[in-house]
């Protein structure tokens, strides 16, 4: 929906800007992330999807533009963790506690109510490991953790970076049902991957980056009426230097 009553986008990211030295690493992104859809970030490695994901997140400083969750910077949010889960590559976890630990240590720290940790255990699934050491762990595992994990705040919006990565076709069918219910019932998700085909049937709405610009931004339906897959559409406006 368009136009003058439109809802407010849940996360406007504008003229965000980044550079690492000589590197240009996201250059003037502007996205926006609706309710009740999932939003797919995609791009090949490099192009900037980690760093944009970080500044929106509050954890890398932008040179120039803004990211708002809610129309608030991340870190001006009044309940962070209550607003936007996130799941990033850097999720540390200690190899001898339990999924169920680990869950408990991060409620009593981030003074979220210690009946989430079962909440999240069985949104995720993870009742066949909740008691098993992380260290034992597998990827779809750990995956499934840092997404329980991510989950502890009850929030409606969730930031995911590459949470298929390393994830078998059962894990990958699994989490695209979690994330259309998470949508369904009035989240907002965005997730990032480099693998352009994986999200496919994952994501209403797409943001393509290239090189640190966003290269296309809009309905999935609309990207693959002029193309046969995802990855087709990106190799097509990747050699046209498209821009939208
Ligand atoms: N802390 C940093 N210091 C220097 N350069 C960085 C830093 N973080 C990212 N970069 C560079 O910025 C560019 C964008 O990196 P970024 O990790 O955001 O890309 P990405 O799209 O997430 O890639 P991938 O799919 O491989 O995770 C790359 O050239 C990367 O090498």
């Known amino acids: 929906m368009r136009g003058a009553h439109a809802p407010r986008p849940v996360i406007e990211v504008s003229g965000l800007t ?24 995609l791009g090949p490695n490099g192009a900037g999807k980690s760093t944009t994901l970080r500044m929106l997140l509050g954890l890398t400083r932008p040179d120039a533009g803004t990211a708002r969750v809610d129309g ?22 200690h190899p001898r506690m339990t999924a169920r630990s680990h869950l408990r240590t991060y409620c009593a720290l981030a003074g979220l109510p210690g009946h989430r940790v079962d909440a999240v255990l069985t949104a995720v699934e993870a009742q066949g490991f909740t008691d098993r050491r992380i260290g034992t762990f597998s990827t779809g595992m750990r995956q499934r953790l840092s997404l329980a994990t991510a989950l502890l705040g009850d929030p409606r919006v969730l930031v995911l970076d590459e949470p298929s990565n390393g994830l078998d076709p059962a894990g990958i069918a699994w989490l695209r049902g979690f994330l259309r219910d998470f949508a369904t ?26 090189r640190g610009r966003v290269s296309w931004a809009g309905a999935l339906v609309e990207l693959l009426a002029t193309s046969s897959s ?5 190799l097509h406006l990747t050699q046209k230097g498209a821009h939208r």
């Open 18 to 41: 980044k550079r690492f030295g000589e590197v240009p690493a996201v250059s003037d992104v502007s996205f926006s992330v609706k309710k009740g859809r999932v939003t797919g970030f």
């Open 72 to 93: 608030r910077d991340y870190r001006d949010l009044a309940s962070p963790l209550r607003t936007v889960g996130a799941v990033l590559d850097i999720a540390g976890t």
């Open 185 to 210: 019932e009035g989240g907002a998700v965005l997730i990032s991957s480099h693998l352009l085909n994986d999200l496919e049937h994952s994501i209403d709405d797409v943001v393509l980056i290239e």
């Open 230 to 234: 995802l990855e087709a559409a990106f």
